[in-house]
């Protein structure tokens, strides 16, 4: 599919077609679940959620890794594969490269979660750590193709990647008939080039929505002004959709089958991997997690009134540690989570008397341990830090008062106020 011209002649639906029979046999047809939660959150009139976090190696990535390398020639797969990648292509292209007998190495920025590598490694690929962000890992990646002769399989801006991220599109409307808008992440926009693309050749009717990090936003400027804009930085918790930029293939498809871009706030995304484990009891990583704090935000423009609305949840490769960490501040953002700091007598005794005053008030503890003392803090008590999170603001509000009662318990600082 080296072809130049518009974008239906760049990608079609018939390469998604065939795209999808050639990789049946080798990917899981991802649940879609419906979420009256998510719907009364966001206003729309239903919400289907695209579970692409449980396709195999955890991501979308398998589908268009392994459409494009089934189809290299002999000698491509005899020089080995290389490629760059935040994380999921990497595991994409490593679980492709181990069904087709294929050697696979993977250029990952420094940025990368552990988990990410350690599951490409499983799949019998080398990992180079390279480079402090993306764009780096991706130039010496090329350099190094070419020193080689490797096969070099780009992690977005190719026609049978497109082809093969599409393929969630037909799945997507068989699972969930005629939505009105389908909400997916852009990184390098190989994704939603795919999607769009079924979703625009079925219904041209059908609103196909961009999301991206507030800082990693290079999609709508582009599209906007005509050509690629690139950033000269990026910065968001979203490693999986922290490019830089587009290329020329996502570019000139994305311009004929995305209808807008909208931007979403790292707090915003935290709160919705947080809801995401809630209530749909599902574990998605930032960049998964994306389209959903774009429907769920008071911030964006989105008008989802009465819609039906299908979310691509498009990854759940997340360390459990970074896990934590967004949903306590998913919480935090949600008025559910507290962090106070105490004045203790008679430690360690009294810790035991907080803990079972946390948890006897419906709350559950999160954290409890000593503090670093400061100039302020009266030499005959302990420090202490305590974190919990509760139902809302005024449960939370009554259980710090109930610490505050206790005998030998001051709370000193609260994140509360």
């Known amino acids: 599919m080296n072809r130049e011209g518009s974008a239906e002649e760049l990608v079609s639906l018939e390469d998604v077609e065939d795209a999808r029979e050639r990789i049946d046999d080798i990917v899981h047809r991802t649940p879609l679940d419906t979420s009256r939660t998510f719907a009364e959150l966001s206003g729309a009139a239903s919400v289907g959620l695209k579970l692409e976090n449980v396709q195999r ?31 999921n292509h990497a595991q994409g292209v490593a679980l492709a490269g181990q069904l087709l007998d294929i050697d696979t190495t993977i250029v990952v920025p420094a940025v990368t979660p552990a988990a990410k590598i350690e599951a490409t490694r499983g799949y019998g690929a080398e990992v180079i750590v390279e480079g402090d962000i993306y764009e780096r890992s991706y130039a010496y990646a090329l350099e190094r193709a070419d020193e080689t002769g490797e096969t070099f399989v780009h992690p ?16 997507l409307l068989e699972q969930y008939p005629d ?12 994704l939603i080039s795919g999607i769009g693309t079924v979703l625009k050749a079925r219904d041209p009717e059908i609103r196909v929505i961009g999301v991206q990090p507030e800082g990693a936003a290079h999609a709508k400027p582009s599209l906007e002004g005509g050509e690629i804009r690139e950033l000269e930085a990026v910065d968001t918790v979203a490693e999986g959709i922290a490019d830089t930029r587009m290329l020329e293939t996502t570019f000139e498809i994305a311009r004929e089958v995305v209808d807008d871009v909208v931007t979403v706030s790292d707090t915003e995304i935290a709160t919705a991997v947080t809801l995401l484990a809630e209530r749909a009891k599902t574990v998605a990583e930032s960049a998964g997690a994306a389209p959903l704090a774009a429907a769920l935000s008071d911030e964006t423009d989105l008008d989802l009134e009465g819609d039906r609305v299908g979310i691509v949840i498009s990854g759940g490769n997340v360390d459990l540690t970074e896990h934590a960490e967004l949903t306590r501040t998913g919480l935090h953002e949600l008025e559910r989570y507290v962090e106070a700091r105490l004045a203790v007598a008679g430690w ?8 079972e005053t946390v948890e006897s008030a419906g709350a559950e503890l999160d954290a409890l341990e000593r503090a670093r003392r400061t100039p302020v803090d009266e030499p005959n008590r302990v420090p202490v830090t305590v974190g919990f999170a509760g139902s809302g603001p005024d449960h939370l509000a009554g259980v710090l008062e109930l610490l505050d009662g206790l005998e030998g318990v001051s709370v000193l600082e609260r994140s509360l106020d």
């Open 179 to 190: 939505p009105d808008t389908v909400l997916v992440a852009i990184g390098g926009g190989g």
């Open 348 to 355: 360690p005794t009294t810790v035991g008397d907080v803990a």
């Open 57 to 87: 190696t955890g991501s979308f990535k398998i589908r268009g890794a392994y459409n494009k390398m089934s189809q290299l020639s002999a000698a491509e797969r005899e020089a080995g594969v290389i490629s760059s990648s935040a994380g």
């Open 156 to 171: 977005f801006d190719d026609e049978a990647i497109v082809a093969g991220q599409g393929t969630i599109g037909p799945e």
